[in-house]
């Protein structure tokens, strides 16, 4: 690490050339390419993946669901106004570019699309897919002509996956929020604008390039079109930390008066370490949903692998050059004036972080009780955790999306906006005739609302009826339905026939999905923390470390999927939050949260352990180890810990409920992780095992294989106050040592060609 960050001051201008020249390549790349994200949740090998399949082969083409809406409170939608006023609508968005069909409730076939009642009606609108879906200016306009036909007795609303695509927010408001509150932070712990800069700088360059990077990676393979989004989440979260853990470290040593090249090389090769290792616990823990053999998620841990990824080698690479470059400004006008008068002089814990250490480790069982006790109330929500997947009926109230969701469940029923699809090849004339008449057994069957009649291919090999439940899709009732169909009604109904009935649908697929999750999550959990537990096993070289940090790691989990359990199912200010209504979490959600959380909680963990595991090697006071660990890095992880949090709860802003869930669920787990566990739980438990915290049994010691985070700094000569001075007090030109080091140069250092020395 010594020679990389060596390498990277003496050619920093190449690095940040280098860095710049990636970030443009792969924005043109991804610009020229354009996006081709899936939220195909289909699991291949399921009953709903089957007939999604085979509905594709027999009717290619024939997709979408996006509809137009239309209610009136007073009159009819048959009433000669409404008609002519919809007619004529609809045939001016039949002519818009981007449309590919409009069907009217007013043509001939028609009828089933205007409720009983009269009072509410839609048309089905395909749109033209370019590149998976279809354009959002196009879509938008179709939404103003729609939206403009409506009057004081005519309400129209649009909803389906194209409208909901074009109505999500492009901007990238979170991001610049986030990173906003990120500068101010870093601008308050250092004092320096220059320093607070270079956490920001390194952070959006790395994430800059995995973004774009993913862009390119969904042509190679199956990628969620929240990927990118939940990469840039992570992304700026980890890499600014990461680049504050640095720049602390380099702003160290230049008070402990090394020069500037001396002290950045000392910050790669101890902090930049932790980083390193840090971000490997990230990726492992990411790239552990790989075992799940989802395509739909291995898209999403390899991109967001790919950003943890850049922003370390950022941290390491492109951070260096810019300290290089800043020289001493990375210390704030004051300090630099009193290192120039006063020279360097030796630092101790001080302030709020000691005091708090010492008090923890005067009250270790009452404060671990009192943090326990917070961590297990937080995460009893998460014993009614009900995992299904939101649609539309989950959106704000007042996005258009949502008012069609709620009128045409008014009007046609909540199950019209999750119906069922029975696909079954047809083999031969009788299984046609059974095929036909299995609308009239299924009429018959509770929690069916309506059956629509058999309809077959063009080639009479595939027969598809729709079943529209009684209740809406998120609802149990419904996956009870699905659940009854498959096993009884339809085994019942085409016994001794050899028909294949498979069902499939919205829900089906949801549900199929949920199950497939469940039922891996316990191998996922238990490799995310064996892996986890092996890494700082091999680190610290101690059976307690590990077996505590998984312990903290899951109470993280429990307690953050607690408060998401309370905001998005129970709804407890979801609304005015404009998260849209209580509805169930996402079945991925606890996969891709896990893996987040449990390389996120790594973190914290190596950068405390590790100084209390330095104190321990010096001193064999397990006392003094933790009370000085905890008080020499509390405040740095606090620090960390705002900036991450801050980052993540902006992004409940972009409007997407699923990045919401992210957004609140990391920000939660890190607020707790950061000022529950790791600052009160975690040093109070190490306090009340004493000497039991670093045990290894011999023969394991001898076997395992000894690394180091972050080693110790090697002794060195102390510099010369006097020139170290006067680097920062301003070079003169009669002292060539003091110009060399004002330029961050040590004595073995390449000298720029432009420096003369007289």
Same mark, same amino acid.
């Given at each position: 690490?010594?020679?990389?960050?060596?390498?990277?001051?003496?050619?920093?201008?190449?690095?940040?050339?280098?860095?710049?020249?990636?970030?443009?390549?792969?924005?043109?790349?991804?610009?020229?390419?354009?996006?081709?994200?899936?939220?195909?949740?289909?699991?291949?090998?399921?009953?709903?993946?089957?007939?999604?399949?085979?509905?594709?082969?027999?009717?290619?083409?024939?997709?979408?669901?996006?509809?137009?809406?239309?209610?009136?409170?007073?009159?009819?939608?048959?009433?000669?106004?409404?008609?002519?006023?919809?007619?004529?609508?609809?045939?001016?968005?039949?002519?818009?570019?981007?449309?590919?069909?409009?069907?009217?409730?007013?043509?001939?076939?028609?009828?089933?699309?205007?409720?009983?009642?009269?009072?509410?009606?839609?048309?089905?609108?395909?749109?033209?897919?370019?590149?998976?879906?279809?354009?959002?200016?196009?879509?938008?306009?179709?939404?103003?002509?729609?939206?403009?036909?409506?009057?004081?007795?005519?309400?129209?609303?649009?909803?389906?996956?194209?409208?909901?695509?074009?109505?999500?927010?492009?901007?990238?408001?979170?991001?610049?929020? $986030? #990173? =906003?509150? %990120? @500068?101010?932070?870093?601008? *308050?712990?250092?004092?320096?604008?220059?320093?607070? &800069? +270079? !956490?920001?700088?390194?952070?959006?360059?790395?994430?800059?390039?995995?973004?774009?990077?993913?862009?390119?990676?969904?042509?190679?393979?199956?990628?969620?079109?929240?990927?990118?989004?939940?990469?840039?989440?992570?992304?700026?979260?980890?890499?600014?930390?990461?680049?504050?853990?640095?720049?602390?470290?380099?702003?160290?040593?230049?008070?402990?008066?090394?020069?500037?090249?001396?002290?950045?090389?000392?910050?790669?090769?101890?902090?930049?370490?932790?980083?390193?290792?840090?971000?490997?616990?990230?990726?492992?823990?990411?790239?552990?949903?790989?075992?799940?053999?989802?395509?739909?998620?291995? $898209? #999403? =841990?390899? %991109? @967001?692998?790919?950003?943890? *990824?850049?922003?370390?080698?950022?941290?390491?690479? &492109? +951070? !260096?050059?810019?300290?290089?470059?800043?020289?001493?400004?990375?210390?704030?006008?004051?300090?630099?004036?009193?290192?120039?008068?006063?020279?360097?002089?030796?630092?101790?814990?001080?302030?709020?972080?000691?005091?708090?250490?010492?008090?923890?480790?005067?009250?270790?069982?009452?404060?671990?009780?009192?943090?326990?006790?917070?961590?297990?109330?937080?995460?009893?929500?998460?014993?009614?955790?009900?995992?299904?997947?939101?649609?539309?009926?989950?959106?704000?109230?007042?996005?258009?999306?949502?008012?069609?969701?709620?009128?045409?469940?008014?009007?046609?029923?909540?199950?019209?906006?999750?119906?069922?699809?029975?696909? %079954?090849?047809?083999?031969?004339?009788?299984?046609?005739?059974?095929?036909?008449?299995?609308?009239?057994?299924?009429?018959?069957?509770?929690?069916?609302?309506?059956?629509?009649?058999?309809?077959?291919?063009?080639?009479?090999?595939?027969?598809?009826?729709?079943?529209?439940?009684?209740?809406?899709?998120?609802?149990?009732?419904?996956?009870?339905?699905?659940?009854?169909?498959?096993?009884?009604?339809?085994?019942?109904?085409?016994?001794?026939?050899?028909?294949?009935?498979?069902?499939?649908?919205?829900?089906?697929?949801?549900?199929?999905?949920?199950?497939?999750?469940?039922?891996?999550?316990?191998?996922?959990?238990?490799?995310?923390?064996?892996?986890?537990?092996?890494?700082?096993?091999?680190?610290?070289?101690?059976?307690?470390?590990?077996?505590?940090?998984?312990?903290?790691?899951?109470?993280?989990?429990?307690?953050?999927?607690?408060?998401?359990?309370?905001?998005?199912?129970?709804?407890?200010?979801?609304?005015?939050?404009?998260?849209?209504?209580?509805?169930?979490?996402?079945?991925?959600?606890?996969?891709?949260?896990?893996?987040?959380?449990?390389?996120?909680?790594?973190?914290?963990?190596?950068?405390?352990?590790?100084?209390?595991?330095?104190?321990?090697?010096?001193?064999?006071?397990?006392?003094?180890?933790?009370?000085?660990?905890?008080?020499?890095?509390?405040?740095?992880?606090?620090?960390?810990?705002?900036?991450?949090?801050?980052?993540?709860?902006?992004?409940?802003?972009?409007?997407?409920?699923?990045?919401?869930?992210?957004?609140?669920?990391?920000?939660?787990?890190?607020?707790?992780?950061?000022?529950?566990?790791?600052?009160?739980?975690?040093?109070?438990?190490?306090?009340?095992?004493?000497?039991?915290?670093?045990?290894?049994?011999?023969?394991?010691?001898?076997?395992?294989?000894?690394?180091?985070?972050?080693?110790?700094?090697?002794?060195?000569?102390?510099?010369?106050?006097?020139?170290?001075?006067?680097?920062?007090?301003?070079?003169?030109?009669?002292?060539?040592?003091?110009?060399?080091?004002?330029?961050?140069?040590?004595?073995?250092?390449?000298?720029?060609?432009?420096?003369?020395?007289?």
């Amino acid at each position: 690490m010594t020679s990389l960050a060596r390498w990277c001051l003496r050619r920093r201008f190449t690095v940040i050339v280098l860095w710049l020249v990636a970030l443009a390549g792969t924005t043109v790349a991804a610009t020229l390419s354009g996006s081709a994200y899936s939220n195909d949740y289909g699991v291949p090998g399921t009953e709903s993946s089957r007939a999604a399949a085979l509905l594709e082969k027999a009717f290619p083409g024939e997709s979408g669901d996006d509809k137009i809406v239309w209610h009136t409170d007073r009159g009819t939608v048959r009433a000669n106004d409404v008609q002519q006023r919809m007619t004529k609508t609809l045939h001016e968005i039949a002519r818009l570019p981007g449309v590919a069909s409009v069907e009217s409730p007013y043509a001939a076939g028609g009828a089933d699309r205007v409720s009983r009642d009269r009072h509410t009606a839609y048309a089905s609108v395909t749109f033209v897919a370019q590149g998976g879906a279809p354009d959002k200016a196009q879509v938008k306009r179709v939404v103003e002509t729609a939206r403009a036909a409506a009057s004081d007795n005519l309400q129209v609303a649009l909803g389906g996956s194209g409208i909901a695509g074009a109505e999500s927010p492009s901007g990238h408001l979170s991001e610049i929020i $986030g #990173v =906003a509150v %990120a @500068a101010v932070v870093l601008f *308050v712990v250092f004092g320096s604008l220059a320093a607070s &800069l +270079l !956490p920001i700088a390194t952070a959006l360059v790395g994430v800059g390039t995995a973004a774009m990077g993913t862009v390119l990676l969904g042509h190679l393979m199956k990628v969620a079109d929240f990927a990118p989004m939940l990469g840039t989440l992570i992304g700026l979260g980890v890499g600014i930390d990461y680049a504050l853990f640095i720049v602390t470290r380099h702003r160290k040593g230049l008070r402990q008066g090394l020069p500037v090249a001396v002290a950045a090389e000392r910050a790669v090769a101890t902090t930049g370490r932790a980083v390193v290792f840090a971000g490997g616990t990230v990726c492992v823990a990411l790239l552990g949903m790989l075992i799940l053999r989802l395509g739909f998620l291995n $898209g #999403v =841990a390899i %991109a @967001a692998s790919l950003t943890v *990824v850049l922003t370390v080698a950022a941290s390491v690479t &492109l +951070l !260096p050059a810019l300290l290089g470059l800043i020289g001493p400004r990375a210390l704030g006008r004051r300090e630099r004036r009193r290192l120039a008068h006063e020279g360097p002089r030796e630092e101790h814990p001080t302030g709020l972080a000691a005091r708090w250490s010492a008090c923890v480790e005067r009250h270790p069982k009452l404060l671990g009780a009192a943090a326990a006790a917070v961590m297990l109330i937080l995460a009893l929500p998460t014993l009614s955790l009900h995992l299904g997947t939101s649609d539309q009926g989950n959106n704000p109230a007042g996005s258009t999306t949502r008012q069609a969701y709620d009128m045409l469940g008014h009007g046609f029923g909540p199950g019209v906006n999750g119906p069922l699809t029975l696909v %079954a090849p047809l083999g031969s004339a009788a299984d046609s005739l059974a095929f036909n008449k299995l609308p009239d057994t299924l009429r018959h069957t509770p929690g069916v609302a309506s059956v629509t009649p058999s309809v077959l291919s063009g080639s009479g090999g595939t027969g598809v009826i729709t079943v529209v439940p009684t209740t809406s899709p998120q609802s149990r009732a419904t996956s009870d339905l699905v659940d009854r169909l498959r096993t009884t009604v339809l085994p019942k109904a085409t016994e001794g026939t050899g028909l294949d009935v498979r069902v499939g649908g919205m829900t089906a697929a949801y549900d199929d999905f949920a199950a497939v999750i469940l039922g891996k999550l316990p191998v996922f959990v238990g490799t995310v923390v064996g892996l986890g537990c092996l890494l700082l096993l091999l680190a610290f070289r101690s059976i307690g470390i590990p077996l505590k940090a998984a312990a903290m790691n899951i109470a993280a989990v429990a307690s953050s999927f607690g408060l998401i359990v309370a905001v998005f199912q129970w709804g407890w200010g979801s609304e005015p939050l404009g998260l849209g209504g209580a509805g169930p979490i996402e079945p991925f959600l606890p996969v891709v949260m896990v893996s987040v959380l449990f390389g996120l909680s790594m973190d914290y963990q190596v950068f405390l352990v590790s100084r209390m595991y330095e104190e321990w090697l010096a001193t064999r006071d397990n006392r003094r180890a933790v009370r000085v660990g905890l008080a020499e890095t509390s405040r740095v992880i606090n620090s960390a810990a705002v900036i991450m949090i801050s980052v993540f709860l902006a992004f409940v802003l972009s409007g997407d409920r699923v990045i919401a869930m992210f957004g609140i669920g990391l920000a939660a787990a890190v607020a707790l992780d950061a000022f529950v566990l790791r600052t009160l739980l975690v040093p109070a438990l190490m306090h009340m095992l004493g000497g039991a915290n670093w045990w290894l049994p011999a023969w394991l010691d001898r076997a395992l294989p000894r690394i180091s985070i972050e080693p110790p700094e090697a002794p060195e000569a102390p510099e010369p106050v006097e020139p170290v001075a006067a680097a920062f007090a301003g070079p003169r030109e009669d002292d060539p040592l003091a110009l060399l080091h004002a330029r961050g140069l040590t004595a073995g250092a390449q000298v720029d060609e432009d420096v003369v020395v007289a």
